[in-house]
T-cell receptor
Framework: QKEVEQDPGPLSVPEGAIVSLNCTYS??????FMWYRQYSRKGPELLMY????GNKEDGRFTAQVDKSSKYISLFIRDSQPSDSATYLC?????????????FGKGTKLSVIP | GAGVSQSPSNKVTEKGKDVELRCDPI?????LYWYRQRLGQGLEFLIY????????KSGLPSDRFSAERTGESVSTLTIQRTQQEDSAVYLC?????????????FGEGSRLTVL
């Protein structure tokens, strides 16, 4: 089993839809959870990050972490064509010197006008 | 520059040739990372530099891969005797030491094609 599993899609939704993106993981030591957005032929950019379990909201984006289920989600409300990109989940353990991020494969999202 | 700069943006080479990829991090960022992104795969950690500490080379896939960094500035990733399986996008990222957790700033990558 890979440490981080993410459905690669592709996922195609109409403009205005609510999008749900998910990752599961196996390493219970992961404490920091991130979502990166990567446009075609660009580098990833940090979208959201959370520590441990719970929800975090930023505009149209909500990140959820359920450590008991080892499951994280990213919700996008009122999706826009500009949200079309690949979304990568990433996570790492806590503690000094822990800097390696473990990434999912990414889910490619297309929002159709 | 304002962001992480990588060159070349595209490189096509023949199997067996050596290639050198360059990364110029954001000024003041002490931490620098190299990742590899193969088609349809997640980002794969290669190497990490932090200030003057010994780099973490644990992700380098073989001894054909090496990387250097001069102080807290430019880094080069060298791949010797390239193989077709080395074809990928090589991404460089930098951060303020360990940064705000998870906040790595990535360059646009160097797309390597080995024929």
């Amino acid at each position: 089993q890979k440490e981080v599993e993410q459905d690669p899609g592709p996922l195609s939704v109409p403009e205005g839809a609510i999008v749900s993106l998910n990752c599961t993981y196996s390493n219970s030591a992961f404490q920091y959870f991130m979502w990166y957005r990567q446009y075609s032929r660009k580098g990833p950019e940090l979208l959201m990050y959370t520590y441990s379990s719970g929800n975090k909201e930023d505009g149209r984006f909500t990140a959820q972490v359920d450590k008991s289920s080892k499951y994280i989600s990213l919700f996008i409300r009122d999706s826009q064509p500009s949200d079309s990109a690949t979304y990568l989940c990433a996570m790492r353990v806590a503690g000094a010197g822990s800097y390696q991020l473990t990434f999912g494969k990414g889910t490619k999202l297309s929002v159709i006008p | 520059g304002a962001g992480v700069s990588q060159s070349p943006s595209n490189k096509v080479t023949e199997k067996g040739k050596d290639v050198e990829l360059r990364c110029d991090p954001i000024s003041g960022h002490t931490a620098l990372y190299w990742y590899r992104q193969r088609l349809g795969q997640g980002l794969e950690f290669l190497i990490y530099f932090q200030g003057n500490s010994a780099p973490d080379k644990s992700g380098l896939p073989s001894d054909r891969f090496s990387a250097e960094r001069t102080g807290e500035s430019v880094s080069t990733l060298t791949i010797q005797r390239t193989q077709q399986e080395d074809s990928a996008v090589y991404l460089c990222a930098s951060s303020l030491e360990q940064g705000r957790t998870g906040e790595l700033f990535f360059g646009e990558g160097s797309r390597l094609t080995v024929l």
